[in-house]
């Protein structure tokens, strides 16, 4: 499994905006091949900084959503409204808490 980490900062003013675009979108993201898991979360210190967080079965099920022309608009729509370069990771879990 993948985990996908991507930290992004919008202009202060584009806040409301890129949530709606995330709630109309997530269900298409969720529905990929491979997306087994997807949230936001926001910086409860810092409220314009998100961070999605994604799980995929495989690199190559990420890969398909990241080249997908889905994805190309949606992030299209979503960097226009940055403050700052995002900031990403994928990585797998190395060690289970327990």
């Not at 994805?71 to 327990?98: E, H, I, L, N, Y």
Request: proline fraction near 4%; aromatic fraction near 16%; glycine fraction near 4%.
């Amino acid at each position: 499994m993948i985990v996908r980490i991507v930290q992004m900062t919008f202009r202060p003013e584009e806040t409301n905006n890129f949530t709606a675009l995330f709630e109309e979108r997530k269900a298409k993201i969720r529905a990929f091949a491979g997306c087994t898991h997807l949230e936001l979360w926001q910086d409860p210190k810092q409220p314009c900084i998100f961070f999605t967080y994604s799980n995929w079965e495989t690199e190559q099920h990420l890969d398909h959503y990241r080249f997908s022309e889905f994805f190309k608009d949606t992030w299209g729509r979503t960097k226009a409204m940055f403050a700052a370069k995002p900031q990403a990771w994928s990585v797998v879990v190395a060690s289970v808490a327990g």
